[in-house]
């Protein structure tokens, strides 16, 4: 049975997620993929570091999971791990780096460092941030390719929602001419709490009482995650360059409670609309809220779900509902790419 060994780099509501998810599904990959994957390091900013060459024991994680006390992965160190995070990822006895690091939409750092560096040492990346793919996409899919090794991030849009890997494999005889949505499922409860009567403030509080807001609020409330995931598509899917700052987002600060019963009472309903295409021979792409009517498939898209809508040569209008999604469906995006990642080395 071969033995995938991963370094988690962060550990927060997705990481744990990730970790709970790959004990769980543990006897199914060797069942199913032939593998047995261990973590062998995890790095966070402040709950410590640990490193073990023959892997953490899944049940002591789980326990300190579980557990009251304040999260410390020191207890788990076998190496007397000392040093930053590029030292962690050129120590950590692994193939694979899993990073689950906060979003920067203004420059990806210093999560795309530490995945040029992990890329340069020739271990295949994971990533749920979306800030080292809208910034290094190709650059980083360059690096793992000249060490023969891969570079995925499904769950940086939608989630666990297969979208690249869709791209990949059915949809790659086909040709994207544009998309719109509701990409930002954070926003999308946020509106409905609104509607139901809530501040914005109060919305934000609920929303990060549930781990579903990024780790800074205002990048869902002022369309910033909702504008990165727009160039990550643009980039990966349509060979475009964007940052977010060229999406030029409207977030949903200046929804106010006149404008939400005004909307319902004309039978619609606000929704962060996110779009990318072609028209007229240009590339054009926004996010900014719009009022939205039962006709528009966006209408029903409550709570926390998230919407695209792909608009292809062959396929005129194919969407993705994605319910009900939290750090554990992120952490199904990040298995669905490692078991990617383990087929690679047996194509
Ligand atoms: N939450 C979701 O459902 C979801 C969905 C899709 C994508 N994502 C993406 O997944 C990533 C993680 O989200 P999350 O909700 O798990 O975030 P989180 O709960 O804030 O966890 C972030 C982790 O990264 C660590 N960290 C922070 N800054 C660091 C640094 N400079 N160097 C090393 N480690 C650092 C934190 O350390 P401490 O433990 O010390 O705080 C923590 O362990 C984000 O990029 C987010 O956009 C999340």
């Not at 927060?12 to 990959?29: I, P």
């Not at 040029?116 to 749920?128: C, E, K, P, Q, V």
């Amino acid at each position: 049975m071969k033995t995938i060994d991963l370094a988690l780099l962060g550990f927060g509501n997705v990481g744990k997620a990730f970790a709970r998810l790959l004990t769980a599904k543990k006897q199914e990959l060797q069942e199913h993929f032939g593998f047995n994957p261990r973590i062998t390091a995890i790095a966070t900013g402040s709950h410590g570091v640990c490193l073990d060459p023959s892997g953490v024991d899944d049940q002591y994680l789980l326990n300190l999971l579980d557990s009251e006390e304040p999260l410390e992965l020191s207890v788990l160190d076998k190496m007397a791990f000392k040093g930053d995070m590029f030292d962690f990822i050129r120590q950590a006895p692994a193939q694979v780096l899993v990073e689950t690091t906060p979003v920067n939409p203004r420059s990806g750092l210093p999560a795309l460092d530490y995945l040029r560096a992990a890329a340069i040492r020739g271990l295949h990346l994971i990533t749920a941030n979306k800030g080292p793919v809208v910034y290094g996409f190709r650059e980083l899919t360059e690096l793992t390719k000249e060490h023969g090794r891969l570079f995925r991030f499904e769950s940086t849009v939608m989630d666990g929602a297969p979208i690249f890997s869709l791209f990949r494999g059915p949809l790659a005889g086909a040709k994207l001419h544009g998309f719109y949505g509701i990409l930002n499922s954070c926003t999308n409860l946020l509106l409905d709490r609104m509607r139901g009567g809530e501040t914005l403030e109060q919305a934000v509080a609920y929303g990060v009482s549930i781990g579903i807001t990024e780790t800074d609020p205002s990048n869902d409330v002022d369309g910033w995650d909702a504008a990165i995931k727009v160039a990550v598509l643009s980039n990966v899917l349509m060979g475009q360059n964007l940052t977010p700052m060229d999406v030029k987002p409207t977030g949903i600060r200046g929804i106010t409670p006149e404008m939400i019963a005004s909307a319902e009472s004309q039978g619609k309903r606000w929704k962060l609309v996110c779009q990318g295409g072609w028209q007229d021979g240009h590339f054009h792409v926004s996010v900014k809220p719009e009022m939205v009517g039962p006709n528009s498939p966006l209408y029903t898209v409550d709570g926390t779900s998230s919407y695209v809508n792909f608009a292809l040569d062959v396929l005129p209008g194919l969407g993705i509902l994605e319910t009900d999604p939290s750090p554990n469906t992120t952490a199904f995006g990040l298995l669905a790419d490692l078991i990617d990642i383990v087929k690679s080395e047996t194509r």
